[in-house]
C-alpha cells in the first residue's frame, strides 16, 4: 500500500513539469498527461485496496504501516528523480522504522 501511494506521488510530481499555472490550458494538458493518468489510477487501486485491507485488519495495525510512506518517497524521488536525501532523512528513516516496530510489538 504505502509503495502504490509513494510511486502515485512521484508520478504526480513529474505530471507536475506540465503546468506551468493553475489555469485551463495547463488543467487540460495536465488531464492527458500519461503520468497524471497512471498516478491517478494507482491512487484508485491503492483506494480499493485500502478498504480491502480495513475489512481484514484494524484501522490502528494497517495505519502504521502508511508511516513508510514518508521513507518511500524521499527514497523514489531520489531514485527516479535525482533529488538529495540529507542525513536528517537517514535518522528520521531510523525513527519511523523504529516507532512502526515499537508500536506494531505493543
Not at 489555469?23 to 498527461?33: A, P, R, T, W, Y
Not at 485500502?50 to 494497517?62: E, G, M, N, Q, T
Not at 514518508?70 to 516507532?99: D, H, N, Q, W
Amino acid at each position: 500500500m504505502p509503495f502504490v501511494i509513494s510511486a502515485g506521488q512521484v508520478l504526480f510530481k513529474i505530471a507536475s513539469r506540465d503546468v506551468v499555472a493553475f489555469d485551463h490550458q495547463s488543467l487540460l494538458k495536465l488531464s492527458v498527461n500519461a503520468y497524471f493518468i497512471m498516478a491517478v489510477i494507482l491512487y484508485g487501486l491503492a483506494t480499493l485496496l485500502w478498504v480491502y485491507i480495513l475489512k481484514h485488519f484494524p484501522l490502528s495495525r494497517a495505519y502504521l504501516f502508511m508511516g513508510l510512506s514518508f521513507i518511500l518517497v524521499p527514497v523514489m524521488s531520489y531514485i527516479f528523480l535525482k533529488e538529495p536525501l540529507s542525513l536528517r532523512f537517514l535518522a528520521g528513516t531510523v525513527c519511523i522504522i523504529f516507532g512502526i516496530w515499537l508500536a506494531r510489538a505493543a
